[in-house]
Every structure is written in C-alpha cells, then in structure tokens.
C-alpha cells in the first residue's frame, strides 16, 4: 500500500511484516473516541464543529476568524497546500535518515494509518486570529435579572451587578412610584446592602435621588449601626454619601453627629473610618463637627502619632474656624518635642510651621532650642528643626543659630549625619559676625573632624562654598 509516509523509501512501498507482530499504538489513541468507523479527538479543532459555522457565517464580515474547516474554498486552498508540500523538490538525504529510528517511525506510522488513526490526519495551516476589541453587541454580559423584576425582587438585585445598575438606572428616572416600590423592597435591608461590593453604589444612589423621608427613615434604620459600617471598606462609601445628603436637611445632622459620638478615635485611626471623620470636617461645618475638635485636642499625642490619625489632624487645621485652629495648635505645641521624634507626629508639627504664624513658629523654635543636641542628631525631628530655622523671623533665626554655634553643639552636629544639615542651613541664615565665629570654630577643629569619614567629606564641602576654611592660603592681586 503506498502512502505519503512511504515516499522515503526506494519504490514507494514498505517492506513486508509479520501479520502476527502487533502495531504499536500511538499516544493520540489514548484520548480518541471511537465513532463512525474512525477516531474523532476530543483536541480537534472547533472548527470541524456545525456551531462554529453558524458562528462565522453570522460574524465573518465583523470579525477577523478564520472560516470552518468544511468551507470549500478553505478545503481547496488545503488540497493545493498538501500537493506542493509532497511533490516539492527535497534531497533524499534531507528528507529521512539512514538510522534504526527513521524506519521504525516510518513503519509504525504507515501500520497506524492503515488502522485509521489520527496520525494521518493531514495538518493544515490555519489563518491568524487577531482578537478584537471588547464588544458587548458580540459578548453581551447575561444577568439573571430584568427590568420587570424591579417590583417582586429588587433586594436581589441590589447585591447582583447587572441587577445593581438596573436599579440605579430606574433611580435615575424620578418616579415617584418605583422609587417607593424599591425602597418598601429594601428597607429592612438597608444596613446589609451598604457593606455589599454592588449595594454600597446602590443605597448612594437612593439617597441621592431620594427625598426627606426616604433619607429620614435610613438614618432612622442605621444610626446605632453607623460606626460598624464605617468601618467597612464598602460601608464607608454609604456613609461618606450618607453625611454628604443629610447637609440639605439640617434638622436630621444631629442624629448622624449623636451616633458618631464617643466613637471618633476608634474612626480616626481606622484606614475606612478616618474617612468618615474628614466628611464630616468638610461637609458638617461649624458648629455639628465640634464634637471631633474636642476629642482631637484631648488626645493629640495619641492621634498624632498614628498612620491615619496624623492626616486627620492636617484636615482638622484646614476646616477649622479661627477659634478652633487656635486651639488645635496650642495642643500640639504643647506636645512638639515629643511629636518631632516620631515618624507621623513630626509631619503635624510641620504643617503648623508651613502656616507660617510667626507666633506659633517662634513658640516652637524656643522649645527646640532647650532640646538642640538631642533633636538636631534625630531622622525626623532634624527636618522639623531646619524648617523651623528657614520659616522663621531673622530675631529668631539668630537666636536658634547662637545655640547651634556653641563649641559643645557644633563639632557633634557637623560631624553628625543628620544634623550636618542644620549647621549647613545656619551658615546659610547667619548673619556676617556669626558667621565669621561658626567659621573660626569649624577651622579650630579640623583636626578632629578628619578623623572620620563622614567629617572629612563635610569639611571639603564647606571649604569648597566658604573660602575661609580653606587650608591653602589665598593671595589677593595687588
């Protein structure tokens, strides 16, 4: 029997078997399905498949797919492309090896096709298919919900996706009777769906188009359950939204501010409360948030210092009336040396000097000079330090450059890794006869502060920007 896998031998033919040696079985046989006198793969291609043809004859002018395989012209195209390959011009030596291996291979695929198997399945090339964009006419997303469940099933639909902004788009549509026909759905419901991924949009959307009532029988509903949902990443979202609407209608703010209430530090230094606070300090207003300026101001060091506590801190100055600022920043002046060793609490203390009062940041500069030595040497607090130096008035600025000057304080802070800065900055602000002392000071320790690195590296800086340290002597043209 002749066949394409025998074009490798001289005269086309295989040479005779014993008919009692059984054929070696192919690997592809073990995943193939006996039917109608031959073996179909569950891996073959899909476009053998009668669905697929239905698919391409309805979306081949729209996307790039390439056709079935029982399309006449594609089985031509494939007839022609398998011709040329058998018949092509290729060296003997090229096409087989003399080795063992070649005709073994050669004869088993010769026994397994006469058997029928998909080893002679001929493979054909097939055209790229190049995926085209998203389109929801082709791909349409399916929901198990419609428009006529709004009315029997709107509490399901809440938590469902598709659902969820079906009902958002009803919403939107201002009628009166659907908007009471959700609302009776979903009531009882209210404080669940605003923790859900989809209802939390939903429940803002209600209370968005939703009038008084409506906005009165939720706060009725959630207000003993106001700071557990906060606290959800979700629930935040409903809250956020919640204080947002209840600003139009004042005489319910302080059933939202009451349910909030012994609950502000807990919120401030949650990463979804905090949140919830600062809407409060933007949307409440003066005097509804008073209540969070009396828990700040008690518990500065404590909110200060924490992640999301030292960002609540920075809204309360900016939403502050003048009163209140006053207040908040006598609180945290009290407490700054602490606060500037502390890796949140030292960006409080320099949002109060990016104020720029010159009555707070003079306090400040005062209390920082009583701590020079132990301040100046520190990661955080040497920032603090050197801003309080830069944005403050020259009376002051000399003052704190005096204590920095000192024998005792210059040599450790300009060898010091941190407060080199400090000392660069000074040199910077300093008037003529104080600097001309920091300088003579710095020259008289040289010795000492090449004896490390990091001194020797700062001292040829200097020398570098102020001449009169510089070791060579320096003639003048006469």
Do not use: W
């Not at 609540?312 to 500037?340: F, G, H, W, Y």
């Not at 210059?410 to 104080?434: G, H, K, S």
């Not at 200097?462 to 320096?474: A, G, H, I």
């Amino acid at each position: 029997m002749s066949s394409p896998y025998t074009k490798g031998f001289i005269g086309g033919s295989l040479p005779s078997r014993s008919t009692s040696a059984p054929p070696s079985i192919d690997s592809n046989m073990l995943f193939a399905i006996p039917y109608a006198s031959e073996y179909i793969s569950p891996f073959s291609d899909i476009r053998n498949d009668q669905m697929y043809e239905e698919f391409y004859e309805k979306f081949k002018e729209k996307l790039n797919i390439p056709p079935p395989l029982t399309d006449p012209l594609y089985i031509e195209r494939s007839i022609i492309e398998e011709n040329s390959r058998k018949y092509s011009d290729v060296s003997e030596g090229q096409s087989r090896s003399r080795s063992t291996s070649f005709l073994v291979s050669n004869v088993i695929d010769n026994c397994i096709k006469e058997e029928e198997s998909p080893k002679n399945l001929n493979i054909k090339t097939t055209q790229d298919f190049t995926p085209t964009a998203y389109d929801e006419t082709f791909f349409p997303v399916y929901s198990s919900f419609t428009v006529q469940h709004i009315y029997s099933q709107a509490y399901d639909m809440s938590k469902d996706q598709i659902g969820c902004r079906l009902l958002q788009k009803k919403l939107e549509e201002k009628n009166p009777f659907t908007l009471q026909a959700i609302f009776e759905q979903i009531y009882i419901h209210i404080p669940e769906i605003m923790i859900d991924p989809f209802g939390n949009y939903f429940i803002q959307k209600l209370m968005e188009e939703g009038d008084e009532n409506i906005i009165e029988s939720i706060i009725s509903l959630v207000k003993h359950q106001i700071p557990q949902i906060a606290l959800d990443s979700h629930g935040t979202r409903a809250i956020q939204k919640l204080i947002e609407v209840v600003v139009k209608y004042p005489r319910h703010i302080s059933s939202v501010v009451l349910s909030l209430k012994n609950h502000e530090i807990i919120l401030i230094k949650d990463m979804n409360g905090n949140h919830v606070i600062q809407r409060c300090l933007n949307s409440l207003g003066y005097p509804h948030n008073e209540f969070i300026y009396e828990t700040v101001c008690k518990n500065v060091y404590e909110l200060a210092t924490d992640r999301h506590g030292c960002c609540v801190l920075q809204r309360c100055i900016d939403a502050a009336t003048p009163m209140q600022k006053n207040n908040l920043v006598d609180k945290i002046i009290e407490c700054a040396v602490q606060l500037v060793q502390d890796a949140f609490g030292n960006y409080v203390v320099q949002y109060v000097i990016d104020l720029n009062s010159y009555d707070a940041n003079g306090r400040l500069a005062m209390l920082f000079i009583q701590s020079m030595q132990v301040l100046a040497v520190q990661k955080f607090s040497s920032n603090v330090i050197e801003k309080c130096l830069q944005q403050n008035t020259s009376a002051i600025q000399q003052i704190m450059i005096q204590e920095i000057s000192q024998p005792e304080n210059l040599l450790r802070m300009i060898n010091d890794q941190y407060a080199n800065y400090v000392v660069q900055r000074a040199l910077t602000l300093a008037e003529p006869a104080l600097l001309s002392k920091m300088l003579k000071e710095i020259k008289s320790r040289v010795k000492e502060l090449k004896r490390t690195q990091f001194g020797k590296r700062i001292y040829a800086k200097l020398s570098k920007k102020y001449s009169e340290l510089s070791e060579k002597p320096v003639f003048r043209k006469q």
